[in-house]
Nanobody
Framework: QVQLVESGGGLVQAGGSLGLSCAASGGTLTNYAMGWFRQTPGKEREFVAGISLSGLSTDYADSVKGRFIISRDNAKNTVYLQMNSVKPEDTAVYYC??????????????????WGQGTQVTVSS
């Protein structure tokens, strides 16, 4: 059973940057494709960014493309989301997730097996 714990959320001004981390325990992330999702009240959880097992492939939602960067350090069992040029509409609870044995980027949340508890990101205008 993999446990995921996000950290790094908080309050940031529009145009600023924030880095999120997702640390895993109970299993090695080398066996998982990883993703970041976000959710606001009353809305469905949406895909933000994903990275393949190897880290060689990434994908992003159009709304964050060119501003956010997903990366992973398998030696540290950690995945990161660097958020740059943030906007008020980026305000949400951000979740990391692990999809078992997927060799490519996974964008569909239904294919993810493990989820973190989420971390709040608030962007002020």
């Amino acid at each position: 059973q993999v446990q995921l714990v996000e950290s790094g959320g908080g309050l940031v001004q529009a145009g600023g940057s924030l880095g999120l981390s997702c640390a895993a325990s109970g299993g090695t992330l080398t066996n998982y494709a990883m993703g970041w999702f976000r959710q606001t009240p009353g809305k469905e959880r949406e895909f933000v960014a994903g990275i393949s097992l190897s880290g060689l492939s990434t994908d992003y939602a159009d709304s964050v493309k060119g501003r956010f960067i997903i990366s992973r350090d398998n030696a540290k069992n950690t995945v990161y989301l660097q958020m740059n040029s943030v906007k008020p509409e980026d305000t949400a609870v951000y979740y990391c997730a692990a999809a078992r044995a997927w060799g490519r980027v996974v964008t569909n949340l239904r294919h993810y097996d493990y989820w973190g508890q989420g971390t709040q990101v608030t962007v002020s205008s």
